[in-house]
Structures are given as C-alpha cells and as structure tokens.
C-alpha cells in the first residue's frame, strides 16, 4: 500500500496541499522519486478568492479542487488525508492520525491562519478569513443578520445586525469590504421589501494611517475613494481593543453596537507548526536558511506563510507569489540533492517582486506591477483575467467566469444559501 | 414590518417553500392579498437532482436557490425564515420559533421526509437522502471511505469500507446506484493509485420483484441490465432487517459487512406535520377533500407530499407533480375565494399523470409518458433537458449545464471536497 513499497526510491513528504505544496509536487513530476502528499482536508483552496465565498459571489466547489483530481496522472505522487500532529526528526519521520511516514527529504507547506495577537474576544466572536469554514460561516452569518433583521421591530437591535465590521485595511479587507457593499446594496437591497438599507452599515477599521499599505500613495488614494463611493465607512488610525459578540470597543472608548466582526488585521503560521520542533520568529514562522532548510535540519525545507525567510533586512510577506516561488526552488533543490549536487553547490533562494493587486468590487481594481500603476475598469480586467487563469482547472475557470459575467450583467449573486451551522 | 402592516388586504400564509410552496406564491402574483411563506431554510431545493449531490455531480448551490430571489418581483410575497411549531386554529395562527404569524388562508406544503418504518439502526447508522443535510453527508462520507480505504492494510475492513448498498428500487435508488458506478469506475478508479477497484461493491437491494415499479415492464428489464452492466449488484426480494454502521442484515440471516446504507425505501410526509392537529392517515400525511382542504378546517389547504389525496382509490404518490399541480390548483381555488365564489362552486382536484421517468447515468434513462416508452440515449436526453428546463433560473440552467457536458465529455466530477462533518 503506497508509501510503504518503497521499490528503494527516495521517499518526499509533503506537508500541506496549498500553493506551496502542490507546486513542490509538480515540479518533480519527472523526478526519481515517491511523494506523499499529506493534508487535513482532501482538496487544494485557491485561497485568493475565499472572500468571494463569504459574500456570497461563489461556491465553496468553485475554489476548492480535490488534490487527487490535481495529480491523477501523475503517479508518483499518493496523497494522504491526514492529521500531522508532530515530526520526529531523529528516524525522519511524520506522526499522523492514521500512523506515521517517514521520509527522506520534507517539505513543509502548512500555511497561515489568523493572528488575533492574544485579543480574545474578537477570536471567539469575530470571524477570521483564512479557511473555507471560516468563509462559508461568514457568509452563512451575514445572510442571516438580513433574515432577522427583517422581522426585528426593535431600531437599534436592526442597526446592530445591519452593522458589519471589517477590521485591516490589507488587501483581504478592502476585498471584503468592497464585496460586503455590492451583495448588501446591490443584492440584498432588492430582496428584504420591508428593510430599509440606510440603516445598514459597512465600516473598515485600520489601525494605521493607510489601506493597501504596500501600494503605491496614487493607488492607496484611489482605493480610498472608491471604497466611500461604495458606502463603505473608512475608519483610519483606530485600533479594536475589545469585542463581545454584539459590542465593539475602539481605543479612546468608543464603541459600535455590531454582530459581525470580519477580523483581516494579522496572520501568523498555522498552530500546528509550533508542534514540530523546528525553531521559530515572529508570525511564529520556522526560521529558514538561503536555501529554505530549517533551522538544524537539513533535510526539512519549509516554505510558504510557514516560513521566515529574511531578504532585505525584512521576512517576505504572507502570499501566494512567495509560497510558489519557493515551491519551485525547493523542487529544483531536490532534484539536484537527487542527483549529488550538494545545496551549498546550488543558488540560494531570492523573491522577485511580481506586484501587488486588489480588486474592491465591479469595475474597480488597483494593480501596482513594476512601473505599471493601473487603476479602474481595467485594473478590474486585468485582475479577473489572472485570478482566472490562475484557478487549476479548465471547468472551474469557466464556472467561475461565467458566474462574473452574470453578476456583472445582472447584478445578482445566487449562491446565498445558509446552511446547516 | 412586514405582514403586521395588513391593509387590510387577506393574509395568505404558505409552510413551506418547495416545488409547491413556491408555486402557490406565484400563482397569487396579480391577487389583492398580502402572502407571507415560510420555510425554516432561505433557499427552495430542487430536489429531483439531490442524488447528483450525494454523488459529487453537483455542488450544493447549483439546486439550492435563495427564495428571497424567486420572489425579488413580487412584492405582495414576505418571506419569513422560521422554524414552525403549531398551529393555532381557534385564532387561526401559525406558531413560530420568531413569534405568531396569522392568517386568512393556509397552505400547508411542507413535504416529505424519509421513513425508516421504525429501524433504528437504519435511522441512526444509515443515510437518507430528501433534504440538503442528508445529500452532503453521503458525499462527504463516501469520499471518507475511500481515503480510509487508500491507506487500510486489512483486506476486509478496506471491503467493508468499499461496499455501498442502496435500499430501495424506485427512482431515487435506481438513480443513486448509477451515479455512485459512474463515481466509483469512471472517476475515483483513476485516482487512488493504490487501490484494487476489484475490491469495491455497490449493491441495490429492493424488497419487491421489481426495479421502478410505476413503469411498464420493458423500461424495468432495460433498467435491470443496465445497471447491472454499470456493475451494479441487483438484490430483489430482498428485506434488510437491521444495520449497526458496519453490517446490515437481511431477512434470512444473510450478512453484508459495509459501512455505508443509502436508504432510499420509504418516505413519509416530514415530523411537523404531526404537531399541526390535522387528521392523519397513512404515511402520516394530512387528509384532504377534494378541494384539497384539512378534515374539518376550510381555511387550511394542504398540498403535495403532505397531502393524502385519494384518487382512483389510491393515495396520489408523493412526487413533485402532484405537488405543482395542486399548487396550481389552490392558487386557483384562494382566488376565486376572493371574488366571493364559494368552494363548493369551484372545481375539484383532479391529478392528471404526466409521466414517469428515472436516468440511470451517462447515455441511460428510461421515460414513460402516455404511450410513449423511451430508453437508453435518448430518453437521457430528454431526462437531462426536462430537468434543465426545470431549474429555477438562468444562471442555474447554464452551470447545470456546463458541468453535465463537461462529466459527459470529460469523465469527471469536481464537486468532490469534503466538508465539515
């Protein structure tokens, strides 16, 4: 059975079926070697569009792709649905629930999750966006704030669950925020006949002075705009201090009566890393070497959200362009241990910049590439196209295409379904 | 806020918001009355393509549609979220879980459920399959088997998990069965690299002596030979007696170790219709005139699988058919009730056949309508087509759609992650 009829070729576990992980795969597709890919869930998540899933624009099976589907052909590699609950890295080995596996070289792709820095509160009642559970009980609960509020006779109980918060002004915030407006006052406005939608209330909180603090100052201005435009309340250089489900305290003592709490203002390395003994920094990522190993373990490369990877005086950030970067670089590492070539004899790793973009609803975008700085209609464009191409699969591409098309035409969004909490 | 704000227009109230449900709301489009419908879900489910769910054809959204948006137009409906607890009939009220609702005219739609006869292990172990809930579990736990399976040394623990047995040889059975062969040989065989596909055991076991037992006989022998081509196991005349998640038993004592029972023998008007205070009669369905009120209580219509109508002797059965065209009926009778034209006066129910018909997968159906007996391509064509037809709106139709052509082309399914159990 799999990964125990060695048949004596080098053995490569993989950990983690995002971005980084089922690129390490593919990239030694031609590779002498069995690869055990390992993930708790048994599909890949084309995470930039998660937000999409919470404001109800698609389907959670547009994003998400069974990982066996991904590497049917490829026969090298057995994937395992499976729990990782530790390494030892004395006989090489990944603990699982369903038993251990042991390897020759390891790839650790686990990924981020949300960082609430300690504030409880807003972990037990806000909503993180990291997964598709977490995307699918936003949506779930937003959708439901609207059915009660529709026989709510009480004012200010209405408003309170018409008042929807989003805390970061990243790129996931403004995403979510510009996507919360469209389904509220394009969408919705059309559908609760008795509701009267000037008490709903979308509001962005920032603790610093800027959104897309990584734009340049032309496009932040733009997004800004647009965002207002899009009656969306800019909260600027206010930080969240405590929550309680239906109360929302900002520092200075101010307090805004709300239900929903969508909390995008930090991520961290998923806690499972902090079980697998490897040395760790801030994000609690696993601090890695040039060329991706951890700390003291030469066999163990990580990459991703997982891994703190110094490159000009700063750890690279948190998204996807870095994770398949690494990924690449990290296959071509080991097919080059495969072939005797020693990692100090190979290139160290770098980031090359591939820009930055955000798209804050219809027609609206800011893409920053190079020198290239585009805003608008075909910012909007251009975004649609590379989040398309970028989907694995030919079907979901036109699914996905077509389900924006309709939307663009007809301003409606189908997939509102509130299901089982 | 909403239906307090009378008018002084009648209150239509409709429990329920399926295929007849629905349908009654429509019908009263141009009527001077105010409609308030209820459902404890958001969303009406195209249940005829439920078993598309249960075998990763389908995504959860592509037969789920948000009853807010059906009624987007209609301004005379209110739609109400709520789980119903009783009915008032002294002060003609509905009894909610979000407060009293009363009204002018009832319409009691709200459905069906499965019937496990009483077989506990069957309810508690087994699967049924007539609500969204029920459809997601048997995918999610299919998948399960199989990961289970991908990595089980023991040779008959992995056929345990390997073997899947429908009980039932009506449409919903017949109908399962193929499309679980189709996922297994034509999808999951390409994909679980390890697995032996010999290993694996899909069985159909009905009490009776006969598959799809309204259809003529020729369409059941077409039936019969392709499912068992599709390497289906039939078992006919066959009672299961008892299951405990890992064997189910059949009268005589025959064992068959298996972890997965779709049942799909029996259905039964759903559990709230017991806590209504209408007289009952087999199935538990409420008893209705020939105008399709309540014993004893003019103002309540009852409609579709909720419904026992007896024509030609017989109960009708309970499909969406005869849920639409009483929906059709009631609207007619509630309007006329209007201009003053007593119920006598108006016509009786009358259920007009439209036919039957059942696919059993990829180029196989049978449709019996009139005279008229069709098999393999072509009533598959027709079956796929009507259900298209069918399908609430665009957008639904053309993904539908999409993705049939895409399996039938392509052999494969996508909608295959697991969710959260």
Chains 1, 2 share one sequence.
Not at 102 to 107: N, R
Not at 149 to 165: G, N, Q, W, Y
Not at 326 to 335: D, E, G, N
């Amino acid at each position: 059975m799999g990964e125990q009829e060695k048949k004596n070729r080098p053995h490569v576990v993989i950990v983690g079926a995002g971005f980084g992980g089922v690129r390490v795969a593919r990239g030694l597709a031609k590779a002498d070697v069995d690869i055990t890919l390992i993930d708790r869930h048994n599909y890949h998540l084309f995470q930039p569009l998660l937000y999409q899933v919470a404001t109800a624009g698609l389907s959670v099976d547009d994003i998400a792709y069974p990982v066996r589907a991904i590497f049917k052909e490829q026969k090298n590699v057995n994937f395992r649905m499976a729990e990782v609950t530790g390494l030892d890295h004395d006989s090489k080995c990944v603990l699982t629930n369903t038993g251990r596996i042991c390897y020759d070289h390891l790839v650790v792709a686990v990924g981020g999750a949300t960082n609430y820095f300690g504030m409880e509160g807003v972990e037990t009642y806000g909503f993180g966006m990291k997964n598709l559970d977490e995307a699918v009980s936003i949506r779930n609960h937003v959708l439901k704030m609207f059915e009660l509020a529709s026989h709510e006779p009480d004012i200010d109980k209405r408003r309170a669950m018409l008042t929807f918060v989003v805390v970061g002004g990243g790129p996931t915030g403004v995403e979510s925020a510009g996507a919360l407006s469209e389904l509220i006052y394009h969408v919705l406005d059309h559908e609760y006949h008795n509701l009267n939608f000037k008490e709903a209330r979308i509001a962005l909180v920032e603790a610093s002075d800027k959104l897309l603090a990584s734009m340049p100052q032309e496009l932040q201005e733009a997004t800004l705009e647009t965002l207002i435009r899009k009656r969306v309340e800019i909260r600027l250089c206010v930080q969240v201090t405590d929550y309680d489900g239906q109360r929302m305290t900002l520092k200075g003592g101010e307090v805004i009566p709300t239900h929903t709490l969508i909390w995008a203002a930090g991520v961290r390395s998923v806690p499972l890393l902090d079980k697998l003994g490897l040395e760790q920094a801030s994000m609690r990522r696993a601090v890695v070497n040039e060329f991706l190993q951890a700390t003291g373990k030469p066999e163990v490369f990580v990459i991703g959200d997982a891994a703190h990877f110094v490159q000009d005086g700063r750890p690279l950030p948190m998204i996807a362009p870095v994770a398949i970067q690494q990924a690449a670089h990290v296959a071509k590492s080991i097919k080059g241990l495969l072939k005797g070539k020693a990692i100090t004899e190979q290139k160290p790793f770098a980031y090359k910049d591939v820009g930055n973009m955000a798209t804050i609803g219809r027609n609206a975008a800011v893409v920053h590439v190079g020198s290239i700085k585009i805003k608008g209609f075909w910012a909007w464009a251009f975004w649609s196209l590379v989040h398309i191409l970028r989907l694995i699969d030919f079907r979901n591409k036109m699914v996905v295409f077509m389900k924006w098309m309709w939307d663009y035409f007809v301003y409606e969004r189908v997939v509102r379904i509130i299901t089982r909490q």
